[in-house]
């Protein structure tokens, strides 16, 4: 369809859309654990920032990961107000590997890029359109603005609004600015692979042209694909989903449930599991009695469990609720508590 709008010549400028009010929420994640087949998206792309008609994406709903990079390939972009933009590929275990982390900086710049694309956050329409992400933002039905624009530049070239030809923005200080986003996306990350990634890719958009930069992208996709943590990134992704659909076997539904007030509860055992149990309830306002038959095992939780609650404290800028927890030893001694549990 795309080949046949883009090579007949009566046809003078192209509008891309998507179905049932989205434009696109990206590739199908459950396609990434088997073999790719269909177009490969980033030939796609590219056959669409080539094309030598303008080429307009009419975003509506969302345009997430893949159909954000469609867009990118594609010479204007119009969005509806209530649209919502973003690569969150990051929270899969990945990076927008198909040009985005190459096309995005050289449109909007490098540090909002990295914000975008290390965070994987969505913005609104309002925002794509003051970062420079989208050309126009409109409250009224999207594809028939986009259709009244696409004619209205029919017989302009796209030469110039081919995102890949842009030069990335210059930054006065590109290393100083990497070393620093780097820092903190290494902290905040704690050992996640696609974080760094990311700001690798983005590096490379900053200083290399767009056919290497596309290189290097494609070889931190290919470490990021296949890593553990991509596969449970995207379990998570389905499994949160799952969530909203549990159910015990009596028919009761979390979603359908009355929620009851915890004011005290008990933690049995207090190994690693067991500390952050308890202080996570500890943190929520709950009282606690925390116990452990094992001696040493009790003492070190005490110490350990109010540690943790001094520097959450700390960091908070509150006191810590060390009153709120009990110690014992005495299994026999259960008290009745709203919730008990315990690993
Ligand atoms: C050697 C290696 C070489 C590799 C080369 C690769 C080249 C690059 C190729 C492709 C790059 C593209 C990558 C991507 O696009 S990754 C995907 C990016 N997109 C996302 O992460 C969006 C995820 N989805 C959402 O954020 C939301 O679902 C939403 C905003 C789209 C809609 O939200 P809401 O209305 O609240 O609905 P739900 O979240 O409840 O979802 C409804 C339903 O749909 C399922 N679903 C949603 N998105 C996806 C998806 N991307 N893939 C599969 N399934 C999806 C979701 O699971 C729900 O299903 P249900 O629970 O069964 O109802």
């Not at 459950?30 to 087949?37: A, I, K, N, Y």
């Not at 972009?77 to 590997?97: D, F, M, T, W, Y």
């Not at 700390?314 to 709120?324: S, T």
Request: with cysteine; proline share 6%.
């Amino acid at each position: 369809m795309m080949d046949k709008a883009l090579s007949d010549r009566k046809v003078k400028s192209v509008v891309i859309c998507g179905h049932n009010g989205k434009f696109c929420g990206g590739a199908d994640i459950r396609e990434f654990s088997s073999p790719l087949t269909g177009p490969l998206l980033i030939p796609v792309i590219q056959g669409v920032e080539s094309a030598a008609k303008p080429v307009v994406a009419a975003i509506e709903g969302v345009a997430l990961g893949g159909g954000l990079e469609l867009a990118l390939g594609c010479h204007y972009r119009i969005a509806n107000s209530k649209a919502r933009l973003g690569l969150p590929e990051v929270h899969l275990g990945l990076l927008p590997g198909a040009g985005g982390s190459q096309r995005l900086p050289r449109l909007i710049g490098v540090p909002a890029a990295l914000d975008l694309i290390t965070t994987g956050r969505h913005v609104t329409a309002a925002e794509a359109l003051q970062l420079g992400l989208v050309d126009r933002v409109t409250d009224r039905n999207t594809v028939d603005e986009a259709v009244k624009f696409a004619l209205s530049v029919a017989d302009q070239s796209p030469q110039s609004r081919r995102i890949s030809t842009f030069p990335c923005p210059r930054h006065p200080d590109l290393d100083a600015l990497f070393e620093d986003v780097m820092q903190r996306v290494r902290q905040r990350a704690r050992g996640a692979l696609a974080p760094v990634a990311c700001v690798r890719a983005v590096r490379a958009a900053a200083t290399l042209p767009f056919p290497q930069g596309m290189e290097r992208e494609r070889e931190l996709m290919a470490t990021l694909f296949t890593s553990g943590q991509a596969r449970a990134q995207q379990y998570h992704f389905f499994a949160q989903r799952a969530v909203g659909r549990w159910s015990m076997p009596s028919g009761a539904r979390w979603d359908k449930t009355k929620p009851v007030a915890v004011h005290k509860a008990m933690v049995i055992g207090l190994g690693t599991m067991g500390r952050g149990i308890a202080v996570a309830l500890v943190q929520a306002g709950v009282s606690v009695v925390a116990m452990e038959t094992n001696e040493k095992q009790l003492t070190d939780a005490k110490q350990a469990i109010s540690s943790m609650l001094e520097r959450g404290a700390k960091r908070r800028g509150v006191a810590p609720a060390l009153d709120k927890i009990r110690y014992s030893s005495d299994h026999s001694r259960r008290s009745r508590s709203a919730l008990t549990g315990g690993p």
